[in-house]
Nanobody, 123 residues
């Protein structure tokens, strides 16, 4: 029902910036809570940031102060601005949509997922 497509990943040097975008389908995008997660090789998927339908935000401690999540409801798009990138930020980044609840940090509670976009930070 809901399709999510991430873009904006790539290779960047430590200290640099990237902005990820997630374009969503769906008739009621403005009512969805949206989240960003990441997964590095050999590790479990971890929460990065989330934004509620009322634009409240929540961040993982590891990215707070460096990353900013935002949404543009008329464009059905959510963004993740990533500044001061570190090598440990290297991962595949996924966006996800929650159609049934408020802000969530558990990936098992999200309903739809994008295919992911690779972010690589060199040292």
């Amino acid at each position: 029902q809901v399709q999510l497509v991430e873009s904006g990943g790539g290779l960047v040097q430590a200290g640099g910036s990237l902005r990820l975008s997630c374009a969503a389908s769906g008739r009621a995008f403005s009512s969805y809570a949206m989240g960003w997660f990441r997964q590095a090789p050999g590790k479990e998927r971890e929460f990065v940031a989330a934004i509620s339908s009322s634009t409240g935000t929540y961040y993982a401690h590891s990215v707070k102060g460096r990353f900013t999540i935002s949404r543009d409801n008329p464009k059905n798009t959510v963004y993740l601005q990533m500044n001061s990138l570190k090598p440990e930020d290297t991962a595949v980044y996924y966006c996800a949509a929650d159609l049934t609840s408020g802000i969530r940090t558990d990936p098992r509670e999200y309903d739809y997922w994008g295919q992911g976009t690779q972010v690589t930070v060199s040292s």
